[in-house]
């Protein structure tokens, strides 16, 4: 199920991305006293009053190339298509300037929620700031202090109110949901195109030529799938398309979606950072993920290539060395008709359920093999554990002391479940409990 989209937009330097780590609870963006230093991560999730939702800060999308107006246009565009909710920063020590007018402006067409924030109102001396921030004509502007705190609550309590009341899915559960996703360029939609067996979407070598985002209906052996093509894009200029980190929120809609995520890969290009970027994406939202070097066919071969691509992909990829590996060529389709049988191994494995009696018998016996090291003179003691959900398998471990389960522990402890049931090609997680 797709959460609710909250966008931070504003102009350079009023504290967007102040707010974005105030909201999500972590120093997740770079922040400096300097206009357009955000270069980390720009998506993120988040909870108020028990609903979680999705947070875009815009001003980590890196336009610097391009002229000042068309960076403001850009982001603000980008989150118009994205979000369900857009809340607007100014600064107000600073009133309102140009650059918050040609916002206003973008913002009045994009028939999307707008809240209007008045940042670094840090005392209650500061509120006769606000009269002139009602020009901008979104209504009662919100007084607020990113590094403080102050007024978020109310913030966000106006901003749920925009959310959407149900996001429903709107396929069947025996429905197998899959995206592709990886940087441009790699082939995601000649690969759509190739399962098919027809021309559906365009395709082109150009990096960002698709259009429009797609999901695709599709019977394989009787069994049900969509695919959810995220190379889609919306008509925008080539500002709103150049930038590497729209195609992470394009594809963080879809793995939301997905019960099965394929990070697909160029053979000719090898990996590249973005490559684990958003690879990571889809772990963190514990998907069910699959590894596809697409374009197999375009490099010389011999009889060690794939082992050695498969060597650097687990030395790249060690977050993901639960994750099965398959080379195709969509331009050939060969090798194509094993991704299916992959899929519903991995779909399946992301579902199962194992009996307590027998995940603890193989708690047991891993601690018996390897106990836990002492730290600080106590060592870590594991009393019974239980799996508690699945997409993906999530295991409750009742200890006496939570923190003293390390994560190069916790780690050995999931190696060994992974040695004892089918979690190929899904994350689990493990979460450490006081007994009570």
Do not use: C
């Amino acid at each position: 199920m797709a959460k609710p989209v909250m966008a931070i937009v504003g102009r350079p330097n009023v504290g967007k991305s102040t707010i974005f780590n105030r909201i999500v609870g972590e120093r997740v963006s770079i922040v400096e006293d300097v206009p357009g230093v955000t270069r980390d991560r720009i998506y993120n999730t988040a909870e108020w009053l028990g609903q979680n939702f999705n947070i875009i800060d815009t001003g980590g999308i890196d336009l610097s190339d391009e002229p000042f107006l068309k960076q403001i246009r850009a982001q603000a565009e980008i989150a118009i298509d994205e979000a369900d909710v857009i809340i607007f920063i100014v600064n107000g020590r600073e009133g309102v300037t140009d650059a918050d007018e040609q916002v206003a402006k973008i913002l009045y067409r994009s028939n999307k929620p707008v809240i209007l924030a008045v940042n670094k109102i840090d005392n209650p001396e500061m509120r006769d700031q606000l009269y002139d921030f009602y020009s901008l004509g979104f209504g009662d502007p919100y007084p607020i202090s990113g590094s403080h705190g102050l007024g978020l609550g109310d913030l966000l309590d106006a901003a749920r109110s925009h959310f959407p009341k149900d996001i429903a899915d709107e396929y069947g559960e025996d429905v197998i949901k899959f995206s592709l996703i990886g940087r441009p360029n790699v082939g995601k939609s000649s690969l759509v195109n190739a399962l098919l067996g027809e021309e559906r979407v365009i395709v082109s070598n150009v990096a960002g030529t698709t259009r429009d985002a797609i999901d695709t209906s599709y019977t394989f052996e009787e069994q049900e799938y969509v695919m959810i093509d995220t190379a889609g894009m919306r008509k925008k200029g080539k500002v709103y398309e150049s930038t590497e980190k729209y195609s992470v929120l394009r594809a963080m809609r879809a793995i939301e979606r997905s019960d099965v995520v394929l990070v697909v890969l160029n053979a000719e290009e090898g990996i590249r950072e973005q490559d684990k970027r958003i690879a990571g994406y889809a772990h963190d939202a514990g998907r069910a993920l699959i590894i596809v070097v697409n374009k197999w066919d375009a490099i010389e071969k011999d009889e060690k290539t794939m082992k050695a691509f498969t060597e650097d992909i687990r030395e790249q990829f060690q977050f993901l060395s639960y994750a099965p590996i398959v080379f195709v060529s969509a331009i050939t389709k060969k090798r194509l008709t094993n991704l299916f049988p992959v899929i519903n191994q991995v779909s399946e494995n992301h579902t199962l359920r194992v009996q307590s009696s027998m995940l603890n018998d193989v708690i047991s016996d891993a601690v018996a093999m390897n106990p836990a090291p002492m730290d600080k003179g106590k060592r870590l003691k594991i009393f019974y554990t239980t799996q508690v959900a699945v997409k993906p398998p999530t295991f409750v471990v009742f200890v006496n002391e939570p923190e003293l389960l390390h994560f190069s522990y916790e780690r050995f402890l999931e190696n060994r479940i992974r040695e004892a049931f089918p979690f190929e090609g899904t994350p689990i997680r493990l979460i450490a409990r006081q007994r009570k």
